[in-house]
């Protein structure tokens, strides 16, 4: 059974940092193509940034320069560093893995439950 695990979320004020940690069971991480997702309240869920299996990474132009995604492929663990935070970063933010490529799509088969970030000015 494939489960996908995020924490680390947390109240934070604008300007400081948070790291998030996705922890996977029951696939290969190093196989698979990561991303983080986050959805505000009452906004759709849109893509952070992705990490392909290559290593190679993309990120959303609201983040970019803000936010760092690595992964541990022999712990099966995927991060996302979050510096500079802003109030517009409020969201619950998850992780998702897939073998195939989908880059900021939605569409990838597995999904974690999500961490809730708030940002206060």
């Known amino acids: 059974q494939v489960q996908l695990m995020e924490y680390g979320g947390g109240s934070v004020q604008a300007g400081g940092s948070l790291t998030l940690t996705c922890t996977t069971r029951?696939?290969?991480?190093?196989?698979?193509?990561v991303a983080w997702f986050r959805e505000a309240l009452g906004k759709e869920r849109e893509g952070v940034g992705f990490?392909?299996?290559?290593?190679?990474?993309s990120y959303d132009g609201s983040v970019k320069g803000r936010f760092t995604i690595s992964r541990d492929n022999a712990k099966n663990t995927l991060y996302l560093q979050m510096n500079s935070l802003k109030p517009e970063d409020s969201a619950m933010y998850y992780c998702a893995a897939d073998m195939t490529w989908y880059g900021l799509g939605a569409e990838y088969r597995y999904w974690g439950q999500g961490t809730q970030v708030t940002v206060s000015s």
């Open positions: 990490i392909a299996d290559d290593g190679s990474t």
């Open positions: 029951g696939i290969d991480l190093d196989r698979y193509q």
